[in-house]
Nanobody, 117 residues
Framework: QVQLVESGGGLVQPGGSLRLSCAASARPFGPYAMAWYRQAAGNERELVAEISSGGSTKYAESVKGRFIMSRDKAKNTADLQMNNLKPEDTAVYYC???????????WGQGTQVTVSS
């Protein structure tokens, strides 16, 4: 069973930076994408950034130019560098793995990011 553990959340002022990290306890079978999602209070969970098994990266329009996702395939880890944070970035951030063939999803427990002065 693959377990994901996120770290790095916290409270930051607007304009500040945070770095989230995600580590998988084991490697899923076959190729897989890694992604970060977030869910603000009262909202649905939304995709923030994703790196496919082939290395392609995509970002939500709201974070383009501010967030950078990286991934280490050998270590089964992924990071999300978040810069110029805004109050609307406040949410619980979740790490996700989705396998390419069977579309199996694995989720972390989430880490709170709060952007406030």
């Amino acid at each position: 069973q693959v377990q994901l553990v996120e770290s790095g959340g916290g409270l930051v002022q607007p304009g500040g930076s945070l770095r989230l990290s995600c580590a998988a306890s084991a490697r899923p079978f076959g190729p897989y994408a890694m992604a970060w999602y977030r869910q603000a209070a009262g909202n649905e969970r939304e995709l923030v950034a994703e790196i496919s098994s082939g290395g392609s990266t995509k970002y939500a329009e709201s974070v383009k130019g501010r967030f950078i996702m990286s991934r280490d395939k050998a270590k089964n880890t992924a990071d999300l560098q978040m810069n110029n944070l805004k109050p609307e970035d406040t949410a619980v951030y979740y790490c996700n793995i989705r396998t390419d063939f069977l579309k199996i999803d694995y989720w972390g427990q989430g880490t709170q990011v709060t952007v406030s002065s």
